[in-house]
């Protein structure tokens, strides 16, 4: 392949990337005075129309300040007090997507329609999934609402874990601490119970995040839950019986003396796993021999523990051993002096 030709299908495959990249810019149709924006949250600029935003850029208006942003047929419109964040996220093998992170204010947005969920909207106390749709979110200190024109958005509450979807000439709004509730013109959405989760934008002057509270509790009772279930598993005990030692002495006359060995108990305690369980031996020794001499026989003991806990039932079984010895001794009188 000739030189011209490699660099003719290079320019070729660069020009729908370059296509590409130019269409994730936003750019600035309309703004009034009291609109800035900034990088790094730091040093903030004027915003003029016809301006690019941008990428990740957080834009601010004044009491009187508005703007317009346009990319192809979508819009953001940003109304007094506002201040929000445009994230775009593309690829060569990977479709676009935009995420919109709205701290305060009031923004209309008209979104293309594709098949698949394309658009997010970050707040506060909810978040706002769409496909294409034209639909608004407001954002006061204390909740959210997301109101719709057309199409379907999905409106999730972080702290309740509340789910909705929300039509046209419905509403679906989000109080920092009552929940969801919805509202609509002809008929309301249904609310769904969803598994409660963390806000990833801080609300205005906040120092903790919306749901963060939630999220640790039930992330601690979880835990409870599987350390009681795992300590009432099994129990074991051990039972250790010391069987008592006896003495007889027996008088006799010349013929044979005779003893009684003594009888020996034991008592032995066993221990359950994690809660106390008592378990008891008991152990008798056996009879001296008639030579006044007597040893004990063997003395077997069982304990017996139950152990419990708070989270299950355990049972152990303990054996121990016990040995008692009887000493008997006779002493022999003669019938000869």
Known sequence: MSLFARVLVLILFLLPT?????????????????VKYTTDLSNWMDLHTGDVVPNRAWIS?????????????????FQPNTMASITTNSGLFSARKTEVRQQIGTLDLEIEKRNQPHTTVQTPYLAAVVKGTIFHVSVGKTAASVSVDRGLVQVTSFAS??????????????DHNAGMTVSGQVSMPSINSVAPSVATVPALGA??????????????????????GDSGDKGNTNGEN?????????????????????NSSGNGNSN????GGDGNGNGNAGNGGDNGKGNAGNNNSNGNGNSGNSGGNGKGNGNG?????????????????
Do not use: C, F, Y
């Open 18 to 34: 370059t296509a590409m990249a130019e269409s994730d810019d936003w750019q600035v149709a309309k703004a009034t005075s009291q």
């Open 61 to 77: 208006t004044g009491p009187r300040g508005r703007a317009q942003l346009t990319r192809g047929v979508e819009s953001i419109g």
């Open 161 to 174: 874990g509340q789910q909705a979807n929300v039509g046209p000439h419905q509403t679906a709004s989000v």
């Open 207 to 228: 120092t903790t995040l919306s749901g963060q509270a939630t999220a640790s509790n039930s992330t601690s009772k979880s835990s409870q839950a599987s350390t009681a």
């Open 242 to 262: 010391n069987s008592g030692s006896g003495n007889s002495s027996g008088k006799s006359s010349s013929e044979a003396s005779h003893g009684n060995g003594g």
């Open 272 to 275: 359950a796993g994690n809660s």
């Open 321 to 337: 051993n016990g040995n008692g010895n009887g000493n008997g001794n006779g002493n022999v009188k003669s019938g000869r002096k």
